[in-house]
Nanobody, 115 residues
Framework: QVQLVESGGRLVQPGGSLRLSCSAFGFPLNYYALGWFRQAPGKEREGVSCISNGDGNTYYADSVEGRFTMSRDNAQNTVYLQMNSLKPEDTAVYYC????????WGQGTQVTVSS
């Protein structure tokens, strides 16, 4: 079955860190442009970071630049989002996305930043 499966979301205190994982099943990630998105309650889904399938460069939203790091491990067919210095406004459901000839979305993982 072709799918993306995210994991790693949980409750964390402000200033803490989390690493989200997104594993692909049924297709190879190495040809795909990859992205992390998030959706907070009452807000639209927004892009957080992405890795181009062309030059391999990584791009970040201004709100997470310098705090989040996106990486990919083609051998593990997995993409990661390392999140440091977390803030309450980072609270959201985080989704990974893979796009090439087809586009896939994961089911999402909840990240809650609260004391």
């Amino acid at each position: 079955q072709v799918q993306l499966v995210e994991s790693g979301g949980r409750l964390v205190q402000p200033g803490g860190s989390l690493r989200l994982s997104c594993s692909a099943f049924g297709f190879p990630l190495n040809y795909y442009a990859l992205g992390w998105f998030r959706q907070a309650p009452g807000k639209e889904r927004e892009g957080v970071s992405c890795i181009s399938n062309g030059d391999g460069n990584t791009y970040y939203a201004d709100s997470v630049e310098g705090r989040f790091t996106m990486s990919r491990d083609n051998a593990q067919n997995t993409v990661y989002l390392q999140m440091n210095s977390l803030k309450p406004e980072d609270t959201a459901v985080y989704y990974c996305n893979a796009k090439y000839h087809y586009e896939y979305w994961g089911q999402g993982t909840q990240v809650t930043v609260s004391s």
